[in-house]
């Protein structure tokens, strides 16, 4: 399977703890995003990477939200002190982006679903 | 107020109907439109893409896209129960973070 993969796929936790996410985006993709989608609703932008910078956060993005993508390749997605608000499904989409061609088709995998009880 | 406004549903279809899902939005900007289809508890899944106005035909979906009503729409012919899922529109102004509406629940009846 080539496409993008998520781990893990369920998280639950204990308000307070700490929990990290990881994606792994398609192999030539150097555009990475994560996205937060709660019951009933679309998913909402979070942050974007093109390679290893991280070009753009939301302001949902609070401080306690920390997202990494080291080598330009996986990401990790932190989220210190959890809250019970913290409950969603959290995605992560990539695309590809280079000189003369953008392609603004994000292709997202199946999801990280936390709890926090 | 939202920026993309999508009716929520839930819309359920006899098999073989046509389909007609839609979006309005507010924000100017937004010029490449998406639809993604997304089955329960998994990710989204990119289904047509157009960008600015026009119409855009996939197999049995039509993407329609006018800019100027700021309205979008999407088409699904000859509808099977295996459709069923949730629609997402999404919007972007450059490519980059997508804007979504909160999807609507779709039906197919065998």
């Known amino acids: 399977d080539t496409g993008v993969s998520q781990d893990p796929r369920h998280k639950i936790t204990k308000r307070g703890q700490n929990v990290t996410f990881r994606c792994d985006p398609i192999?030539?993709?150097?555009?990475l995003y994560w996205y937060r989608q709660t019951l009933g609703q679309g998913p909402e932008f979070l942050t974007y990477?093109?390679?290893?910078?991280?070009?753009?956060k939301s302001r949902l993005l609070s401080d306690r939200f920390s997202a990494e993508r080291p080598k330009g390749s996986f990401s990790t997605l932190e989220i210190q002190r959890t809250e019970q608000g913290d409950s969603a499904m959290y995605l992560c989409?990539?695309?590809?982006?280079?000189?003369?061609?953008?392609?603004?088709?994000?292709?997202f995998g199946p999801g990280t679903r936390l709890t926090v009880t | 107020q939202k920026e993309v406004e999508q009716d929520p549903g839930p819309l359920s279809v006899p098999e073989g109907a046509i389909v007609s899902l839609n979006c309005t939005y507010s924000?100017?900007?937004?010029?490449?439109f998406m639809w993604y289809r997304q089955y329960s508890r998994k990710g989204p899944e990119l289904l047509m893409y157009t960008y600015s106005s026009g119409n855009k035909e996939d197999g049995r979906f039509t993407a329609q896209v006018d800019k100027s009503s700021k309205y979008i729409s999407l088409f699904i012919r000859d509808s099977q129960p295996s459709d069923s899922a949730t629609y997402l529109c999404?919007?972007?102004?450059?490519?980059?973070?997508?804007?979504f509406g909160s999807g609507t629940q779709l039906t197919v009846l065998p």
């Open positions: 989409a990539s695309s590809l982006a280079r000189q003369g061609v953008t392609s603004y088709e994000q292709y």
């Open positions: 924000n100017s900007a937004f010029q490449y």
């Open positions: 999404a919007m972007s102004r450059s490519a980059r973070q997508l804007t």
């Open positions: 192999s030539e993709h150097n555009r």
């Open positions: 990477f093109q390679n290893e910078a991280q070009l753009e």
